[in-house]
Structures are given as structure tokens and as C-alpha cells.
T-cell receptor, first 114, second 115 residues
Framework: NAGVTQTPKFQVLKTGQSMTLQCAQD?????MSWYRQDPGMGLRLIHY???????DQGEVPNGYNVSRSTTEDFPLRLLSAAPSQTSVYFC?????????????FGNGTRLTVT | AQSVTQLGSHVSVSEGALVLLRCNYS??????LFWYVQYPNQGLQLLLK??????LVKGINGFEAEFKKSETSFHLTKPSAHMSDAAEYFC?????????????FGTGTKLQVIP
């Protein structure tokens, strides 16, 4: 029962470095998404995907790229890390329909940019 | 546009006391509403969801929530708090946007349970 798996759990980057946060799910969910969680701000949607080859921007997409080549995987790329991207990142998946399908979350990646 | 407001970023209750966490929403269409719980260093887990079948929804760990359309509220309650209930709780609303599911979260309420 793997569910949603995120790697790495922790990462420290220097400003300007790039990295990819990995997310994989084994539930055959069409919908996958990335959120960032910051104190007092709840969860904010970065990017989402409703199926392989289909992605779209969420509320805070700047500085992040995504792609969806398979149903299982949805990596998040930081092209040039900035201190403002210090946050906890969560990947979540669900069935796209019905719209009352709950999200299944990974355990998060804690990113610090110095 | 949909939105969620959670009143109180921190709530403290004594062990055995009533837990009440407040959530108000706005949505242009009948909403799907959720409560999630987050324990330290973990992702969010579904506590319960409202899907219009019944206004009183029962979830895991003894929690329940009542949907009140007239008040646009979906408050979370538990009759008797347990130490293990200490966590952060998020209210969320889901609706169709441009043909796709869109989920909006509240800013969360941290529940402290005092022994």
C-alpha cells in the first residue's frame, strides 16, 4: 500500500541551484497536483495535471515546472532556486471525477534555500 | 470563485472537552466540502467529506461535521477531545472549474489538547 511517494524528504539548496522533487502514485489516479505549505497560508496549489500529457498552472506557478509523461509520475522542477521557495512541498492525487474524490497526500519534502 | 475561511489559527481545549473548529465557505455552485487532518511531519489525511447525501457527516476518530447552507458553514466537532487529536486541521472546498476539479484549502487550525 504505497499510495503517494515523495522523494527526497529533506533538501537544502543554494540560491540559483536547480532540482527535481519526485512524486509517484500507484492508485491509477488521473489527477495529480503539487502544493506548497507555508505557515499561516495553508496549502497553495502550484501546478496540477488531469492526465498524462496534460498540465496546468495553479495559484503560485512561478519558478516551477512540471510534466506528466506517465499516469504514475508527476515531478516538480525548480529551475533556479530562490529563498522564497523555502517551504514544505506536498504532492497529492485523486480520481478526477467525481469532484468529491478526496486527495491522497504524500508525506512531503521540506526544502530550504539558502 | 470559491474560498474557505477557518476562524482561529490556534484552538486549545482540555482533554475530554468539546472540540469545535469553524469553517465557512463561499462557492458559486453547491460545494463538495472536506476536512483533512495533518499530524506533525506528515501529509494530510482525509477526516470526512460532505457530498450532499446528508447534512451531518461522520468521519474517522469520532469527528463529525454539519453542513449548514444558510450559514455557509461546515464546522468540525468532536464531543470529547483526546490527546491524540492534537494536530492541524484543514477545511477544503472542491468544485468543477473549467471542467476540472479545483480544490481550495483554508489556512488551517492547530488544535492543542491540554491534559
Amino acid at each position: 500500500n504505497a499510495g503517494v511517494t515523495q522523494t527526497p524528504k529533506f533538501q537544502v539548496l543554494k540560491t540559483g541551484q536547480s532540482m527535481t522533487l519526485q512524486c509517484a502514485q500507484d492508485m491509477n489516479h488521473e489527477y495529480m497536483s503539487w502544493y506548497r505549505q507555508d505557515p499561516g497560508m495553508g496549502l497553495r496549489l502550484i501546478h496540477y495535471s488531469v492526465g498524462a500529457g496534460i498540465t496546468d498552472q495553479g495559484e503560485v506557478p512561478n519558478g516551477y515546472n512540471v510534466s506528466r509523461s506517465t499516469t504514475e509520475d508527476f515531478p516538480l522542477r525548480l529551475l533556479s532556486a530562490a529563498p522564497s521557495q523555502t517551504s514544505v512541498y506536498f504532492c497529492a492525487s485523486s480520481y478526477e471525477e467525481p469532484y468529491n474524490s478526496p486527495l491522497h497526500f504524500g508525506n512531503g519534502t521540506r526544502l530550504t534555500v539558502t | 470563485a470559491q474560498s474557505v475561511t477557518q476562524l482561529g489559527s490556534h484552538v486549545s481545549v482540555s482533554e475530554g472537552a468539546l472540540v469545535l473548529l469553524r469553517c465557512n465557505y463561499s462557492s458559486s455552485v453547491p460545494p463538495y466540502l472536506f476536512w483533512y487532518v495533518q499530524y506533525p511531519n506528515q501529509g494530510l489525511q482525509l477526516l470526512l467529506k460532505y457530498t450532499s447525501a446528508a447534512t451531518l457527516v461522520k468521519g474517522i476518530n469520532g469527528f463529525e461535521a454539519e453542513f449548514k447552507k444558510s450559514e455557509t458553514s461546515f464546522h468540525l466537532t468532536k464531543p470529547s477531545a483526546h490527546m491524540s487529536d492534537a494536530a492541524e486541521y484543514f477545511c477544503a472546498v472542491s468544485e468543477s472549474s473549467g471542467g476540472y476539479q479545483k480544490v481550495t484549502f483554508g489556512t488551517g487550525t492547530k488544535l492543542q489538547v491540554i491534559p
